[in-house]
DNA sequence: TCCGGAATTC
DNA sequence: GAATTCCGGA
């Protein structure tokens, strides 16, 4: 079974692109629906209707005929807007719901609404009349970054409230504001759309729009485990993950509630080798805090803690490299593939991470053509693609792994070698699948089977699955094309999805495993720094690192010294966890359908030791809360 | 009704 | 790239 955020929620191209924004000229039809269903004038031509995300289209030749009127296609029918709804199932942007005519659902598992930055999943207010029931659980979505380059375009963004806010604030009203200087023709509902909004105000403007998931109030939010090198508190970047998984995400419901992004592990939210090399928690430990050193010893020692915590985590290492500082609550799923985890020092969110990517200075769009680093994962072979035969599997599995291990030899010979069992690919699907009505599942499993038999030796398999955890049995991103998608500079590095081996090495092998995290693609020799630089050099990244340990640990004592509450908890539980994970890992394969053993596991309380963790959190984030109450 | 291939358009 | 258009098949 997968959980949104164990299969790592692809944050698909499409959610971050601003020009397919609401109100946008070049307004896609995925985004004209959430309008339609968002605008109670609507509600007779199109509603939320039955499960969560889904809705069912009462009027086809209204919404034809509103959709072609928004495209100035007067000769748009059902039946080409439908086709045009069908290509979105490949997309995993929408399924039909089988059974129900005119009824689709949207895979919100994994639409992250970049582009809906304002809509306040978990929120009564605003809540459409006819929003579907919703399964309880979720994230309270609110005003999260806009967009991934605009949230935090650089690791500095993230240390400075007042840009972020800014930032975030600017976006959301571009977004909005698009809607209503768009250049469509006639388009009756973006101005009603239009109007709506610019009354509200940003960061209303599409709450409502998509069914509430939730009751609570709790916010999406990371606590930043220390002061910044400015001294100030770090903000916490608000982030979205999945606002509207059918997943209970977090059983702290209740105003307050910290809600922890439901990070994936194998998510996009590996930052990406552009970032300072950072240090994984574990290294914040008071052997590493402040005597780091070169020497083989603390150099063993650091990439030692590196590991083991991305094994704790069934993180990328990646994951951990950037933000030491950031705590990030962990949501409390108790799902067997992925233990909860507290005192994560995680990437923010693949947000952030894309952010960092685009460093004041470094708008190079050569290797972000787009801003947005984050993609969904491709699409589940076509039927076409399917009767190409194993060959074509074969071939694009051995392509995958092939690449891998050249990246592998380009970061770490000694490892290449070593054969680590770590796979670099596209994250995949995510979307829970439960909700499936999906079509695809029998395909979807085809190729994971295909996937892991090529790929992974038995154990690598099994760890595979605990690790991502499901990169759900509906793993597309075995696709071959999302084998393709991993560089250094790619946009879609960050679909990848880190394959573990089965056993965290300490040994000295483990040294080199997180350097063999750092993606990097075959002909680029290492990641690309904040600033532009590619690839920095390991030991200019511990430098850097030390320092910026040195100025936090300066500048923050007190908060430190919080910090280390919540990781003490946390790092009970990761024991607990472990364990758990241990013994579990076998079940996550067939996980899949609804109700499945999974499931009930997301249901489960969160431990004890968890509880704590979360009221720490819980406070902390309160507290950061109230600081940017004005943003 | 729904699906999805193919060609075409923007 | 994201539809739009057309269309045969289930």
Request: with cysteine; proline share 12%; net charge negative.
């Amino acid at each position: 079974m997968k959980t949104p955020a164990d299969t790592g929620f692809a944050f698909p191209e499409w959610a971050y692109k601003p020009e397919s924004s609401p109100g946008s000229r070049q307004i896609q039809l995925w985004h004209f629906i959430l309008e339609l269903l968002r605008k109670e004038e609507y509600h007779d031509v199109i509603a939320w209707q039955g499960d969560y995300g889904e809705f069912v289209i009462k009027d086809p030749d209204e919404v034809a005929r509103l959709w072609g009127a928004r495209k100035c296609k007067p000769q748009m029918n059902y039946d080409k807007l439908s086709r045009a709804l069908r290509y979105y199932y490949n997309k995993r942007i929408l399924h039909k719901t089988k059974g129900k005519r005119f009824t689709y659902k949207f895979n919100f598992s994994k639409l992250v609404l970049v582009n809906y930055p304002f809509i306040d999943v978990g929120s009564s207010r605003g809540v459409p009349q006819s929003a579907p029931p919703v399964p309880t659980g979720g994230t309270h979505f609110r005003f999260p970054p806009s967009t991934p380059s605009e949230v935090l375009s650089s690791s500095e963004e993230l240390r400075s409230p007042g840009i972020f806010s800014n930032v975030a604030r600017r976006m959301a009203r571009g977004s909005v504001s698009d809607c209503s200087d768009g250049t469509s023709t006639n388009s009756e509902l973006e101005e009603a759309v239009g109007a709506d909004e610019r009354g509200v105000g940003p960061d209303r403007a599409f709450r409502g729009l998509l069914p509430p998931r939730q009751p609570h109030d709790s916010l999406f939010r990371f606590y930043a485990g220390g002061p910044n090198p400015a001294g100030l508190p770090r903000p916490a970047p608000r982030v979205h993950t999945e606002p509207l998984s059918p997943f209970p995400v977090s059983p702290l419901p209740g105003p307050g509630g910290l809600l922890a992004p439901t990070l994936s592990p194998a998510l996009s939210m590996t930052p990406t080798p552009h970032l300072p090399y950072t240090p994984s928690p574990s290294l914040s430990s008071p052997m590493m805090s402040s005597h780091f050193s070169f020497n083989p010893e603390d150099m063993k020692h650091y990439l030692q803690a590196h590991t083991q915590s991305v094994y704790n985590y069934h993180l990328s290492p990646r994951a951990f490299l950037h933000y030491p500082n950031i705590v990030i609550p962990q949501p409390h799923r108790p799902t067997p593939e992925k233990p909860p985890a507290h005192h994560l020092h995680g990437p923010p969110l693949p947000l952030s991470h894309s952010l960092s990517q685009h460093p004041g200075s470094g708008e190079d769009g050569l290797q972000h053509p787009s801003p947005f680093k984050f993609k969904l994962q491709p699409p589940p072979l076509g039927r076409k693609q399917r009767e190409a035969g194993s060959s074509l599997t074969a071939s694009a599995s051995s392509s995958s792994s092939s690449q891998f291990t050249r990246s592998a030899q380009v970061t770490n010979p000694v490892l290449a070698a070593g054969a680590p069992k770590i796979k670099v690919e596209p994250i995949s699907d995510i979307e829970s699948e439960e909700e499936v009505e999906v079509t695809d599942i029998s395909e979807d499993e085809e190729m994971n089977q295909d996937e892991d038999g090529d790929i992974f030796t038995p154990t690598d398999r099994h760890h595979h699955h605990m690790i991502n955890n499901s990169r759900q049995a509906n793993g597309n991103g075995s696709s071959p094309s999302a084998a393709h998608s991993n560089h250094c500079d790619d946009p879609d590095d960050d679909e990848e999805v880190f394959k573990t081996p089965a056993t965290p090495p300490l040994g000295s092998g483990s040294l080199a495993f997180p350097l063999i995290s750092l993606k990097t693609e075959p002909g680029q020799a290492a990641p690309i720094s904040p600033g532009g630089t590619r690839c920095i050099p390991l030991k200019l990244r511990f430098k850097r690192r030390w320092s910026e340990d040195q100025k936090m640990e300066a500048d923050g004592e007190r908060d430190e010294a919080e910090d280390k509450k919540v990781r003490a908890d946390g790092e009970e539980e990761v024991e607990g966890n472990r364990k758990e994970a241990a013994g579990r890992g076998g079940e996550v394969e067939n996980g899949g359908g609804r109700g499945g053993g999974v499931i009930l596991g997301l249901m489960l309380p969160p431990p004890p030791t968890q509880r704590r963790a979360s009221s720490e959190l819980q406070r902390a984030t309160a507290q950061l809360s109230l600081e940017n109450t004005g943003c």
